[in-house]
């Protein structure tokens, strides 16, 4: 705790100091002798208590607090004063006092209202705060705050290291907030039809998903069993979506347990996506060893260049069964894939016009990377060897160029209010029409990649440190500040600002 001293008498002042660094570990941040001085400091440190004296020449302790609050400034305060007239006490509880102490001061009593405090001054900045965001800044903070959070988090959630928390990790497919709102509308709905009790429901970021906390219940060892019956069919259908789930004794770990239910999801390649993965499920698998099939990749560019795409066809079947269908480890598979799809491309591109426009190919090789499933990765690669071997008809052409068109209009307009339909109007299809084309092509629709890109192009102008928030949000198509943190947020996590200091 960060604390501020207004006090003009030289002992007292001294033996405050004293107390404090020999019998806490708080610091003192800073030291003034009247309430002008107070004043300056507190904007100026912004401490978590402000310890002052009533009665200072220049300015008195009260008019100072009461010059502070006037201004918007919230604050914490204890009072030091000689006089225990109720009227002194009155007026400051009013301005928002926690407690006040007396001269002369004792020093055990003393150290007892600063920690009583302390808890005070946690408890209402905990209920302010919610436990989403605590979790947030818990994932991002430095390492010397995190202790500090937890605590704040427990104290919240009013939990210690003797009860047993449960936790599911949800990550939806689907980039759309309206997707992610009504997962978490079903969740909750769910677990109160279950009469489960003391559970907490946070979506924590897209690149995270949904976070399920559930809070030392009789039915822990049921939870499990008990979500995948009733919540993970449902929220399945609003989206897919893929789950893992761990326990851990109070919070300290909490953060650690968040990373690792996000690994076990790259799992859901193993396993599907109907699942609830778990360390046990990833702890039984054995992986097939395997390598990447060089002398395909020659063969199927010789093939390629030859103009042999039967040949080249029954070479990209050879590859599907070798690795994408082999026991290899995941993150292998979607490599060696996307490392074929983009050698196939690349020789197709030097000596085939007909081509997929490299725009579309690169969030194709992207969905491959992506993929969760092995079903999935089988449909993003066979797309690309149809495309590219088969021939591609006419009405997909048109489909690729449209798309093509939109991205590029995006691309060159960004900064501007763009709508759906005044895209659909440059390509000559309805807005229905146009949504659902990006989302066949690119997986997201026109409104998600809209705010995707602009998102990208505001990350990369904040890391160059040229450009304040604001301006920022102006140049990359919002006009108030507001809503562009809010959009940030929803899409990386955290906010500009602390992005910024993160990176």
Known sequence: MRI????????TKEGLINIINKF????????ASDGFEGIKLVKELKPDLILSDIQMPGMDGLTMLRALEEEGITFYALILTGYSSFDYVRTALHLGVIDYILKPVDIDNFISTLKDTEAKILKEKSEKISSGQLIWSLMTCESDEKERLVRQLSNQLQTNDRMEI?????????LDQETV???????????????IMNFHVVHLSFEYGILLLIIDTEKNKFLKNLFSMHILPCLNNIGTCHCSYTSIMGLNRLENAIVALKTLLSYTFVYGSNV????????????????????????IRKEIINGNYEKALKISDKFKTLIIESNGKPELIREYTARFS???????????????PQLIFH????????SKTKTDLILNYEKVVNTILTGTDEEMDIDNLTVLKVINFIRDNYQKDITLS??????????????KLFNQKINVNFVVFLRNFRISIAKRMILSGKYRIQEVAEQVGFKDPKYFNKVFKSVCGISPSEYKKVI
């Open 24 to 31: 806490t570990d708080y610091e003192i941040c800073g030291i």
């Open 181 to 195: 709102g009504e997962m978490i509308h079903c969740i909750k709905d769910k677990m109160n039809s279950l009469c």
């Open 363 to 370: 969030y194709v090789i992207n969905n491959i990377i992506e």
């Open 342 to 356: 983009s050698s196939i491309y690349n020789v197709a591109k030097e000596y085939n016009d007909q081509s997929e």
């Open 422 to 435: 005044e895209a659909a109007n440059l390509v000559g299809v309805t807005p229905e029409y146009l949504s």
């Open 166 to 174: 449960t936790l599911f990790l949800i990550k939806p497919d689907s």
């Open 4 to 11: 501020v001293i207004v006090e003009d008498e030289p002992k």
């Open 276 to 299: 609830i993965l778990d360390s046990h499920m990833v702890e039984k698998l054995e992986f097939a060893p395997i390598s990447y099939p060089i002398d395909l990749e020659n063969r």
